[in-house]
C-alpha cells in the first residue's frame, strides 16, 4: 500500500459527496446514532447528544491511515442539499496484508435509494486506487439481510460464517465475513467521477 494516506479533498461520486467529519456535524449526525434501527448491527448503543460529541471529535480526527488500526471516517453528503445522510468508514487492519475493512451506517429515511451502494463502491475506488490495498473486508451480523444483499450487489464474496461467535447486545449472534481483492475491481464499479484530488 501507498502509505501513509491522507484524504485532503472530498470524494465526489454521482450524487454524493464524501467529505472529512467537522465538528459542526453533531446535530445531522445525532438523529443517525440515536435511531436504534440504524445502529441494531453496529457495537455500540443508541446515542445521545453528549455520546455524539465525544464520537465526533475522533471521526474529525481520524483522516490518515498509516498504520495497523488507523481509521478513515467521512461524512456521506447528498450533492444536491449538502445533508448528511451516511456515516462510513475505511479501517487499516494490516499493512503487511495490505487489508482495509469498510464499515457504513444510514439514515433510515434515506434507505432503499441506492445512496449506500454508490457510497461503498466508492470507498472500494479509493481502497484499490490511491490506498493500493490488495483487499478488502467487511463483517455482517448475518440477521442484517440488507446490507448482506449491498455487499453481494457491489460483488463482495463471503468467505465465512461464523456461528454463534460473539455476545453482542446481549444475545448470541453470527458473523458473516465478506472480501474483495484488488484484482476482482472491475472498472465497470468505479465512480463515473472520481475524487478531486488525493494525497499523502
Partial sequence: MDLPFRLT?????????????????????????????????????????????????RKVASTRLGQDGDL????????????????????????????????????????GQGFATEAVRA??????GPIGARRVIARVDTRNEPSRALLRRIGFRQEAELIENEWFKGELT???DYAFLAREWPPAHRPTTPPDRLAR
Wanted: aromatic content about 6%; hydrophobic content about 50%; proline content about 6%.
Fill in 123 to 128: 470507498l472500494l475506488q479509493l481502497a484499490f
Fill in 174 to 176: 453470527s458473523e458473516a
Fill in 72 to 111: 478513515l471516517e467521512l461524512a456521506a453528503t447528498r450533492a444536491d442539499t449538502g445533508a448528511l445522510i451516511g456515516d462510513l468508514l475505511l479501517a487499516l487492519r494490516s499493512v503487511e496484508h495490505q487489508t482495509l475493512e469498510v464499515g457504513y451506517i444510514f439514515a433510515a429515511a434515506q434507505t
Fill in 9 to 57: 479533498e472530498p470524494v465526489r461520486t454521482e450524487r454524493l459527496l464524501l467529505r472529512r467529519f467537522a465538528a459542526t456535524d453533531v446535530d445531522e449526525l445525532l438523529p443517525i446514532h440515536a435511531d436504534p434501527d440504524a445502529v441494531r448491527y453496529v457495537p455500540y448503543p443508541p446515542r445521545d447528544r453528549q455520546a455524539v460529541e465525544d464520537v465526533l471529535l
